[in-house]
């Protein structure tokens, strides 16, 4: 097994063609033993002529419209194995001179799929019925001269194709997803049989070699991390620490004032670290801000003076020191990039001084081969905290983009639906945000939610009331700003709910679970706190889901004990058209 870990050549290249399935892929073909790496779909074919074998993801387009994402077609001309997955099949067919039919209703979900008896290697082993998973619209109605269809549903005449000798291949149905029930064995017979790989990644006992390679690059210098208390900092932080000691390894945690309760005492007990303590930095330069760009903008400028200031005053530019990051893989390529990559990459980069190590090669980035769960698996094997492991993930700027602000007082407006929040909140439609008002409802409830927003055009997201000291015709938006009193207020209502719902376990059984606290109440208590559990897999969407009524009982009660708190709802919206964030 001579893989490297920190710069690993991928034996199958999966080509993005949109959405999240590129991932899921390159991670299903990892879980095989075959280290998988996502390219930008129009990646010229020579500079992946070294790639054993290439996918082309699924993704949502179709191959009609003008911006859908393109192939190379020199991919098929060479007898490198291609797998062509939903999209990438039509891609296939239609690049090949095959014809890709537009679909009136589409397929989504199981389906039966009749796979014929082949010699085929794909296949091998794979004829018969079986279930499978679909999600799309257009299919291919001919398939490419020399290619057969070998395998069909009762919707869909050409689920699977074929042109052994040139070694390409499309499967409409999704290999990749758990509904496929023998979705793992035709990634395998594509990976080992058609491919010929060899085993190159082992998710265990990795952490050695991980350690040995930073000693090898790092050399005699040592390192220093800028750490944000988050999975990826942490564990690249312990890696280096393992691998070279604890003298040669720093790292400076910056202390906003916008962190959750008790963030900053977890992050007190890794070794080598201190803390920069900036509250009256980042505090004082937010005093009397209200417009959420202005926060995000301040804070962004704020953290690049900090790290200057760390980067001067501890002469980390000398050649004696190098820069550690805890990039991980879907933070390195272009097209996955979560929001939250783009934001800390953005930030990281406009910092000269970090700019300068980078640009110098002067950088470690132990996990950026790595996806979130193979490093949370690493983590386990450094025997650092579940609690710490698994904990949700939480934006750089902190609590100030949950601590919704107001220019003005306004009064709620009464609406046949329910009552309209002044309170602008961002949302999602199509590729651009919205920033629109909130409507609350009387119940909680999804269908009547959505239903409301898509009727709505002028609001974006719907919250229920569920516990309210006195009646929402009592209470109004107040004129506040990003206030140390109104930031303590958010973070002790979301450490109430962090509290419970770790006790009873509901943090598992959510992705993310922001606190919000709105401007919204009476002149006693002139907040409230917005409850926002969410589903997601990786942010990019996400579904409201609600929680038992005995546990949201709980967080009422205490909740709305609080000093300040005048009621407690609920946001009902799905992503899109609600971001996941508020602001
Ligand atoms: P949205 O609100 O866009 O959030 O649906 C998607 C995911 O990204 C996180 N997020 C951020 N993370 N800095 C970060 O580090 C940010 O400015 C930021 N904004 C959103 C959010 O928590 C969610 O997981």
Redesign the pocket.
């Known amino acids: 097994m001579s893989q490297s870990y920190l710069n690993p050549t991928p034996q199958i290249v999966i080509l993005d063609a949109g959405g999240q399935y590129c991932h899921l892929e390159a991670r299903k073909v990892r879980d095989l033993g075959v280290y998988a790496a996502v390219y930008p779909s129009n990646t010229p074919a020579g500079e992946i002529a070294f790639a054993k074998g290439i996918i082309i993801s699924g993704g949502p387009a179709s191959v009609y419209d003008p911006d859908s994402p393109k192939v190379d077609p020199a991919i098929f001309a060479h007898g490198q194995p291609v797998l062509g997955i939903c999209y990438g099949q039509q891609l296939m067919a239609h690049l090949l001179g095959g014809e890709v039919t537009r679909g009136e209703k589409g397929e989504y979900g199981l389906a039966t799929l009749e796979l014929d008896d082949t010699t085929d290697p794909l296949f091998s082993g794979l004829s018969g019925h079986q279930q499978i998973w679909m999600s799309h619209r257009d299919v291919v109605g001919a398939v490419p001269e020399g290619f057969s269809a070998v395998g069909r549903t009762d919707t869909c005449a050409v689920a699977a194709i074929a042109a052994p000798q040139r070694k390409l291949y499309g499967l409409q149905f999704h290999p990749e997803v758990v509904h496929t029930v023998r979705g793992m064995e035709f990634l395998s017979n594509f990976v080992f049989r058609v491919c010929e790989c060899v085993k190159d990644w082992d998710p265990r006992h990795r952490v050695p070699a991980i350690e040995q390679e930073i000693r090898d690059q790092v050399g005699t210098r040592s390192v220093f991390f800028f750490v944000s208390g988050g999975v990826d900092s942490t564990v690249a932080f312990t890696l280096c620490i393992r691998a070279l000691g604890p003298d040669r390894v720093k790292g400076v945690y910056v202390d906003t004032g916008l962190m959750r309760e008790g963030e900053t005492d977890v992050v007190r007990q890794l070794p080598g670290l201190t803390i920069e303590h900036a509250q009256e930095q980042f505090l004082g330069a937010l005093a009397g801000v209200t417009d959420p760009e202005q926060k995000?903008h301040i804070i962004g400028e704020e953290f690049v003076r900090v790290q200057d200031r760390v980067i001067e005053s501890r002469r980390l530019l000398e050649e004696s020191w190098i820069l550690g990051q805890g990039t991980i893989y879907p933070d390195t390529i272009e097209s996955g990039g979560?929001?939250?990559a783009a934001?800390?990459k953005t930030h990281h980069n406009r910092v000269a001084g970090i700019r300068k190590l980078m640009e110098s090669g002067r950088i470690v980035e132990p996990l950026k081969s790595f996806y979130k769960d193979e490093v949370r698996e690493i983590g386990r094997e450094l025997a650092l905290p579940a609690q710490l492991l698994d904990r949700h993930?939480?934006?750089?700027?902190g609590l100030a983009?949950r601590c919704l602000c107001s220019a003005v007082d306004a009064p709620l407006l009464t609406t046949p639906e329910g009552a309209i929040i002044p309170v602008n909140s961002?949302g999602v439609q199509g590729d651009s945000r919205s920033y629109a008002p909130v409507l609350a409802i009387d119940s909680l409830d999804h269908a009547r939610a959505t239903a409301l927003i898509n009727r709505l055009a002028d609001v974006n997201r719907v919250v229920a009331g569920v516990e309210l000291k006195v009646p929402l015709s009592g209470m109004q938006v107040r004129a506040c700003s990003l206030t140390p009193v109104r930031i303590a207020r958010l973070r002790c209502a979301d450490a109430i709910v962090r509290r419970v719902c770790q006790e009873s376990d509901y943090d598992r059984r959510v992705w993310?679970f922001?606190v919000i606290l709105i401007p919204l109440g009476t002149v006693e208590s002139p907040d409230s706190i917005v409850l926002r559990p969410v589903e997601s897999v990786d942010?990019m969407t996400?579904q409201s889901v609600l929680m038992p009524d005995d546990l949201l009982g709980r967080l009422n009660n205490e909740i709305l004990q609080l000093e300040g708190i005048a009621g407690v709802f609920y946001d009902l919206t799905h992503?899109p058209p609600g971001?996941?964030?508020w602001e």
């Open positions: 995000r979560t929001t939250n934001v800390i993930p939480f934006p750089g700027p983009i961002v993310q922001p942010g996400a992503k971001t996941i964030e």
